[in-house]
């Protein structure tokens, strides 16, 4: 009687393993944590936003100002032809010349050369003439064919008056005449500087084909050079520099 009492006892019992009840989870195994990685990832995010912000400071900070794109001899101008703008940045230990200002700057001369390149500061021009004592600025309005095509500022040059009746009226000084030629040269000038001039190429319109030319000579030769120059019997040439 006892055997069978545990046999039924036993009997009672499922063998299926007991199912958890609906709505429970089995337990989740704890997550690894990485503090490290994760201030990593808050340094990155906080570095990034600095150096935007330092970007759009640094943009909100530049200026436009003049940048000389072709060499300026001493005494020159500068030009539309020979600038450009640029941006710096901001600095008011720096005097920088505006880009706005170029046309206040044309009426200056350069104080020494500057080459192309540079961006220049005030300092860098004046607005006094640079005329040494019996020195006189005259200005030429030339034909192609009065003046070489490789003119150009800081030149030196030879001025010569060219007449057609085989008689030359200016200085003996280095005239040569030529009967049978019916034309006649003789020199003005041995020695000038070309201080300004503005070719065709420029981005100031030319109002006519003449070639607007400024020298620098010689006080005692420039009204017998101005009255050629008005006569358009004025010729230039190229002598060397040194």
């Known amino acids: 009687m006892k055997i069978q009492e545990r046999t039924g006892a036993g009997g009672g019992r499922s063998s299926v393993p007991a199912q958890p009840m609906s709505g429970e989870r089995l337990p989740a195994p704890p997550r690894e944590r990485k503090p490290a990685l994760a201030a990593l990832a808050v340094l990155l995010i906080l570095v990034g936003a600095l150096g935007a912000t330092m970007l759009v400071l640094r943009a909100g900070d530049r200026i436009e100002v003049v940048k000389v794109t ?31 200002q170029l046309n206040g700057l044309m009426k200056l001369k350069a104080v020494s050369a500057i080459p192309a390149g540079v961006v220049p500061v005030g300092q860098m021009f004046t607005g006094e003439t640079g005329l040494a004592a019996g020195q006189a600025i005259v200005g030429l309005s030339l034909k192609e064919g009065q003046y070489p095509g490789s003119l150009k500022q800081g030149d030196l040059v030879a001025a010569y008056r060219v007449t057609s009746n085989g008689t030359g009226t200016g200085s003996s000084t280095g005239s040569t005449d030529s009967s049978s030629s019916g034309a006649g040269t003789s020199l003005i000038v041995d020695k000038a500087k070309v201080t300004d001039l503005k070719k065709a190429d420029d981005s100031e319109v030319i109002s006519s084909t003449n070639l607007p030319v400024t020298l620098t000579v010689d006080a005692t030769k420039a009204a017998e050079l101005a009255q050629a120059a008005a006569a358009g019997q004025v010729a230039l040439v190229l002598i060397p520099s040194s």
């Open 70 to 100: 072709a060499p300026i001899p001493a005494g020159g101008s500068v030009s539309k032809a020979n600038t450009a703008s640029v941006l710096v940045a901001a600095d008011d230990g720096i005097d920088y010349i505006p880009w706005e």
